[in-house]
Nanobody
Framework: EVQLVESGGGLVQPGGSLRLSCAASGFTFRNSDMSWVRQAPGKGLEWVSGITTGGGWTNYADSVKGRFTISRDNAKNTLYLQMNGLKPEDTAVYYC?????????RGQGTQVTVSS
C-alpha cells in the first residue's frame, strides 16, 4: 500500500521559510518521479514542482520559481520542498504526489499559512 506522509507545515510570516518533508513507503521510492501540489482555500489543486527519479530534472510553477526548491533523498525515501520568500498567496494545503505532474496517489497534506 502506497503511503505518503507530509510534515513541516505551519504558520510563518511573509518572507519566511519552511521545509516540507514527505515520507514515502509501500513502493520503490527511488523508481518514482515525485511532485508537490497545493490547494488554497476555495481553489483547485495547483501543481507546484516535480522531480525525476534521480533528482536530475526538476521543474517549478512560475508562481514559485526562484523561491522554492524540490529535492529528494532516495536513501531515506523522503521528498522535500524548501520554501523561501513565502507570500500570503502561498497559503494552502501542500501534498506530495507519486508522479511528476501531481496526479496519482497523494498524502493527507500539511497546512502552510503565511500571515503576519
Amino acid at each position: 500500500e502506497v503511503q505518503l506522509v507530509e510534515s513541516g507545515g505551519g504558520l510563518v510570516q511573509p518572507g519566511g521559510s519552511l521545509r516540507l518533508s514527505c515520507a514515502a513507503s509501500g513502493f520503490t521510492f527511488r523508481n518514482s518521479d515525485m511532485s508537490w501540489v497545493r490547494q488554497a482555500p476555495g481553489k483547485g489543486l495547483e501543481w507546484v514542482s516535480g522531480i525525476t527519479t534521480g533528482g536530475g530534472w526538476t521543474n517549478y510553477a512560475d508562481s514559485v520559481k526562484g523561491r522554492f526548491t524540490i529535492s529528494r533523498d532516495n536513501a531515506k525515501n523522503t521528498l522535500y520542498l524548501q520554501m523561501n520568500g513565502l507570500k500570503p498567496e502561498d497559503t494552502a494545503v501542500y501534498y506530495c504526489a507519486k508522479s511528476l505532474l501531481g496526479t496519482g496517489e497523494r498524502g493527507q497534506g500539511t497546512q502552510v499559512t503565511v500571515s503576519s
